[in-house]
């Protein structure tokens, strides 16, 4: 009986619209930007660097040449290393971030948007976090403890939950009162197993917008942490550390401050381009949520 | 109306309750006891329990926070931990750098970006229209430093026609006040600009479509006044909402682009209390920088009722 139940109308949009999104230009553009820096960060070892933390007191500051293709900074360690190495704590952190914000969130919307008794509660908790800033509340829960990968993620997570939230209780809310649930419901299909296996489908397209979004916010907060010096400790080669380490010297040498912020900007452009790009094509009726 | 007003402010009671129950778990949170940091190092035991008790941290926790919530009611926002100065009187001497920045940076946003958004939503898929795409992906991508930089770079390093660092006050002139906080705005108004651009183009596009502006063409309403008078005025609730969502984007570039540009502000402030983790500070600044951006909200809400009475339900 609950096969007969199961929704074949249910929307499965990613597959429908699958040509569509590979031949859209900011699918394109962004997938082709992001890719590159994933490869570079996976083959870093293997792209012409050295150590990137190994200091070099007799290399202070020394401007490009054959071994150090854009010079070192203050600890005499090579830019172009640190800068390539850069790449995987920013792409670590954001990916951490956007699984644990999606996973979280889908949680905690999927049960308000079902039971009405808990949402009251849970969406005024959530406007409450809305409306401190992102970046001050992911500043103060750094400053709670000692920082490390780990902090700076749980830090940048907490702030992004809520928009997960309000976006799958959103889809819940239209979703719920759809025949298909009321079929499962009538024939005696489970809670649980209406949650999972008839709502939860509904927002894997909006969601995996959303985690775009979150993943370049997230890299772009980390990195203002780092800058202001708050983020991952110094010693991790992080684009927003490089930053915050070259700004002190950025009369004298700049390329200490542009290399790590050109890279950083290629990332964040990337990954909103392709968000941008699946937002347009995966469903048109997204837009209006986000 | 007033009964909408009244609505409205009282929705945002839990929202505060909220931000207040973070903010002073934020506190109680942090590490070590704030009364043996205060005390200072060569503090004995009966010291640090007289602190102690002085500030309440002997009671349960529940009545430490109405003791909190009690005195911040009455504007006391406690003690910085490091110079013994109130709080409220720390962000007061900071206040006006960055209210300076926020109100220039509204300003240069909002006046270019509505205009923009316009043109380009009454022309869609023009050069222009195009164009102002290509240069939003870049205003959300590019992190505020990193253009803070690069400004610095042609303007103060190279052009040297603006200083490269610092805040002159306005009653220093006009003149030097516009040319230190040039960089700044246009540095923290970008990101914001492309925003607010980007949402005035889609919902003048989507009034464009509408039977209404059918109408006021067949009637012989001159095209500039179609869009102006029929098409942006119908748009401006999306556009006020962006406006309003977006100051959480400008309150967190100040906090970034204060230390950037070496301006003495608010934001300065909380970066300097983070790295010396003085607590007080960092829950007073997050207060005021919360209570604004409600604030700011709540007056936009009552702003749509004056201008849309669909509104007012």
């Known amino acids: ?290 | 109306m007033l009964s909408f007003v009244a609505r409205r402010v009282l929705g945002l009671v839990p929202v505060i309750l909220v931000v207040s129950i973070v903010v002073f778990l934020l506190l109680r949170l942090s590490p070590g006891d704030p009364a043996v940091v205060i005390a200072g190092d060569n503090a004995d035991a009966a010291t640090i329990e007289k602190i102690r008790s002085s500030l309440g941290l002997d009671q349960p926790l529940v009545t430490q926070f109405f003791i909190w919530a009690g005195s911040l009611l009455q504007g006391d926002l406690g003690i910085s931990i490091f110079s013994n100065i109130p709080v409220a009187d720390l962000i007061l001497q900071r206040l006006e750098p960055t209210a300076s920045l926020a109100v220039t940076t509204l300003v240069f946003a909002i006046v270019i970006a509505v205009p923009l958004g316009t043109i380009a939503g009454a022309t869609a898929g023009s050069w222009l229209d195009r164009a102002l795409m290509l240069v939003s992906v870049l205003g959300f991508s590019v992190p505020v430093f990193v253009l803070g930089y690069c400004l610095i770079y042609v303007f103060s390093l190279q052009l040297r026609v603006l200083p490269v660092q610092g805040f002159t006050s306005i009653s220093n002139g006009i003149g030097p006040f516009l040319s230190s906080i040039a960089l700044p705005t246009v540095t923290l108004g970008l990101a914001y600009l492309v925003l607010i651009a980007r949402i005035t183009r889609a919902s003048v596009l989507e009034m464009m479509g509408e039977d209404f502006i059918r109408t006021a063409r067949a009637k012989g309403v001159k095209e500039r006044l179609v869009v102006t008078r029929h098409a942006l005025r119908n748009a401006a609730i999306p556009i006020l909402t962006v406006i309003g969502i977006g100051v959480a984007l400008l309150i967190s570039g100040v906090v970034v682009i204060e230390t950037v540009f070496n301006l003495p502000g608010v934001g300065r402030l909380v970066v300097d209390a983070i790295l010396k983790r003085d607590y007080p500070v960092i829950q007073g600044v997050i207060l005021m920088f919360s209570g604004v951006y409600v604030l700011v909200n709540l007056a936009i809400d009552i702003g749509y009722a004056f201008l849309d009475p669909r509104v007012r339900y």
């Open chain 1, 1 to 290: 009986m609950n096969s007969l139940a199961s929704p074949s109308a249910a929307p499965a949009p990613a597959r429908r619209h699958l040509p569509a999104f590979l031949s859209h230009p900011s699918v394109l553009v962004g997938g082709f930007l992001v890719l590159a820096i994933v490869l570079m960060a996976m083959a870093a070892p293997l792209l012409g660097t050295v150590d990137p933390t190994r200091i070099d007191p007799g290399m202070r500051l020394k401007p490009p040449s054959e071994l150090a293709w854009f010079g070192t900074d203050l600890f005499g360690r090579d830019v172009y290393s640190r800068a390539v190495y850069g790449a995987r704590s920013s792409i670590l952190i954001g990916l951490c971030v956007a699984t644990a914000a999606l996973l979280v969130g889908v949680t905690i919307g999927l049960v308000t948007g079902y039971f009405r008794w808990v949402d009251a509660i849970v969406m005024r908790v959530m406007d409450g976090l809305m409306a401190i800033p992102t970046f001050l509340l992911a500043i103060a829960l750094v400053s709670l403890t000692r920082a490390s990968i780990a902090t700076v993620v749980v830090a940048l997570t907490i702030p992004e939950i809520p928009r997960v939230v309000r976006l799958v209780r959103s889809v819940v809310l239209t979703v719920r009162e759809e025949p298909f649930v009321e079929a499962a419901i009538s024939v005696g299909t489970s809670t649980p197993k209406i949650l999972l296996r008839h709502i939860l489908p509904t927002t894997y397209a909006p969601l995996m917008v959303l985690g775009t979004y979150i993943c370049a916010s997230a890299i772009l907060i980390e990195a203002g942490l780092s800058f202001l010096g708050t983020g991952l400790p110094p010693e991790i080669p992080s684009w927003g550390n490089m930053i915050s380490e070259g700004r002190t010297f950025f009369q004298v040498a700049p390329r200490l401050v542009f290399l790590p912020s050109l890279f950083l900007a290629l990332t964040v452009l990337g990954i909103n381009l392709l968000g941008d790009g699946l937002r347009d094509t995966l469903d048109p009726r997204i837009a209006k949520r986000m």
